[in-house]
């Protein structure tokens, strides 16, 4: 049999086909990994924002137990993420995106960004609150990063409780806006579960003029504290934290300041103030023990990751290895700059050890969440540690040159006033043209024991005497002086103020020229009070002030607030506290200070005394505003009675005399 014969250009071509193919099949089934994919399409709205856009998106929510009939008590679980992107052209520094939450929500989680008082999860946020960056506090522009998406936008996982809005109606926020300075924002736009708003610059808002620099200024508060790295090694930093009272009437004593650690830090050494816990374990069983495995934890000063932190007695001052730091060692004391600018701040250092992957010099990241409190105080809230200009310093060698600070952070706490929070301080009123006081209102200063008592009762009126003696010894002056004139006496009697400083406003005289008022302090507690300072805001008898005769007076600078602002004099600034009696079974003592304030009419033509005018409408103790009495004490009968006296024998007179002439 004769073998097959092809011809040779018959197999070129079948050849020629086969390669063909086999190309095509290739592109088929493997294709160009080098073209990229598609971008996902931007959020609607987005794409016609040049500004600052912000969005909310409600992902969903679960029924939690337990179960209720009643629709605005039933809780649910929800989740939401909300969208801060920076489609402008300026780059947007420590942004601040507050989400107006009125569902009485309760977070329990926000990836991304932390809250801006520094409170812990869980936190109640159904008044709304106020994001912030947390890591990424700053956000780039589109320009100048090729729009590199993570760089320019930032974004909250928010997972949390909610309460009541019953399916299918969605559980929206109020409202969504960026707080920083010089930005406006319109009402959002609510679409179903998303909604959305651009923010932009307002041109007639005027920065104040700063440096260039690639750090965001630093702004003003009533609390400044500085976190200043002085000197960076490869594992550990040495910090200096400066604390500024810039307030009038802020203040600070016995101040404790916590934070939280990012990364596991812990603390080795301190100088100016010590931790309240000296706890080791919690870096031989961490982190820090597996990977410091040869370092000698018996000396470190705090491990915690939320350290609480307070300044140290005066007797530590000179010590070399504690103390010798100027602003330290005070006992916590942070007074108003009125009072004394030397004591308006305070520093302390320490050094702090770090892990990786941060183990390098440049690798800092300062601790977030700052809190501040302090005993009968105002209450601050903080807001997260800014990146700014570092820090400058005098020289220590006394040279005119100045070091300056490897990294510096701002943080800025401002006095708040809670709803939930009662005062500690309260104020009574009396007058000359009336015997009754009115006193502090009922549980000023909280109710611990209401079930003894009646905490809606309003307070009754009190003798003179009464203001001397604790509350517990009082019940039987206030019932036989509420039978005396014939006042109502509830059952059961109301309760008391429970503050542990009480100030009396007396209305002493009242004649053509001017009037006088006496103010009594009473510290009911048994810790004294150094240094101590009283405000009172007068509406409408600030212009009449004319002197203070056992205390040192001035006017608070802004005349817009009316305040004026007493101290004791020097070596007699110090109340005592709550002593006993002189002899067994006498009741307590209190802590007693007082002076003799007189005003002129002249600047207050119109002022009327006796009816309100020459009382405060403001108090504040030592930073802490007092509760006030809701009335004012009246001209009783027996002071009616006496006028009507005076007046009658004055026209009885009168009339004789020009009989007489007759």
Known sequence: MKALKIPCILIHVVLILVCLRTQICYGQDYPDAESPPAPPAPPPGQDLCNGIFLTYNFMGRELLYPHLKNASAQAWAFKAMATVVNAGSDELKAWKLFVGFRHREILVSASGATIIDGGDFPAAVGNGTTFVGNPQADLKTAIETAGDYPQISAQIEIKGTQFGVKPPTIPMPKSLKLVNDGYLCPAAKNDGSYMYTCCKKDPKFKAPPVKGTKFAPRQNGDLLLSYDVMQAYGNNYLAQVTMENEHPLGRLDHWNLTWEWQNNEFISQMRGAFTHKKDISGCLYGPAGKYYKEFDFSQVVNCEKKPIISDLPATY?????????????????????????????????LTVFKLPPHDNRTALVPPMKWQIRGDLNPNYRCGPPIRVEPTEFPDPSGLQSTTTAVASWQVVCNI?????????????????????????????????????????????????????????????????????????????????????????????????????????????????????????????????????????????????????????????????????????????????????????????PNIDVQRGDGFPAKVYFNGEECALPKDFPKRDAAHKSAVNIVLIIFITVLTFVLIQDR
């Open 317 to 349: 001052f000179n010590d070399t290895k504690l103390g010798k730091l100027p602003y330290c060692c005070r006992n916590g004391s942070l007074l108003p700059k009125l009072m004394d600018e030397s004591k308006a701040t305070s520093v302390f250092q």
């Open 416 to 604: 708040t006033k809670s709803e939930i929070k009662q005062s500690s301080c309260c104020v009574s009123f009396s007058a000359y043209y009336n015997e009754s006081i009115i006193p502090c209102p009922t549980c000023a200063c909280g109710c611990p024991d209401p079930e003894k008592c009646n905490p809606k009762a309003k307070a009754m009126l009190l003798p003179s005497e009464a203001l001397l003696v604790p509350f517990s010894n009082r019940t039987n002056k206030v019932v036989a002086w509420a039978g005396l004139k014939h006042l109502p006496i509830p059952k059961p009697l109301p309760c008391p103020d429970n503050c542990g400083v009480s100030i009396n406003w007396h209305v002493s005289t009242d004649y053509k020229d001017g009037w006088t008022a006496r103010v009594t302090l009473f510290n009911w507690d048994t810790l004294p009070f150094e240094d101590w300072f009283l405000a009172v805001k007068m509406d409408k008898a600030f212009d009449g002030y004319e002197n203070v005769y056992s205390f040192n007076g001035t006017r608070l600078p802004n005349k817009e607030n009316k305040t004026l602002f007493f101290q004791g004099l020097e070596g007699l600034n110090y109340l005592v506290g709550l002593t006993n009696g002189t002899r067994p079974g006498e009741p307590q003592v209190p802590g007693k200070q007082q002076s003799v304030i007189s005003f002129l009419k002249k600047k207050t």
